[in-house]
């Protein structure tokens, strides 16, 4: 199992940035993808950024060239740069991890979440 913590969310006004942490503990040698996702109030759930242990990159739509998904293989720490941020970027961010061990068993984690809030 991988235990998740998000740091960086606040509260920031529209056009500014914002970076945020996603720490990993635990089972984190078999991560082979990271996520972030984000939930605003009345909405579902949508992938914003995905990196691989590769370092294979893919962004949802509505946050392309404006974030930017990284991550430190040695630290296990994945960032989520977010510039230019707008209103409708207000939301929870969750990291999201999956994990496939030698043995073949797949997982899944969540964290708890940051809050990230736009004002306009």
């Known amino acids: 199992q991988v235990q998740l913590e998000e740091t960086g969310g606040d509260l920031v006004q529209a056009g500014e940035s914002l970076r945020l942490a996603c720490f990993g503990a635990g089972e984190t040698a078999n991560i082979d993808v990271t996520r972030w996702h984000r939930q605003a109030p009345g909405k579902e759930r949508e992938l914003v950024a995905e990196?691989?242990?590769?370092?294979?990159?893919k962004y949802g739509d509505s946050v392309k060239g404006r974030f930017t998904i990284s991550r430190d293989n040695l630290k296990m720490i994945t960032y989520l740069r977010m510039d230019n941020l707008k209103p409708e970027d207000t939301a929870r961010y969750y990291c999201w991890v999956h994990s496939r061990r030698p043995w073949g068993t797949q997982t899944e984690d969540w964290g708890q979440g940051t809050q990230v809030t736009v004002s306009s």
């Open positions: 990196i691989t242990s590769g370092g294979i990159t």
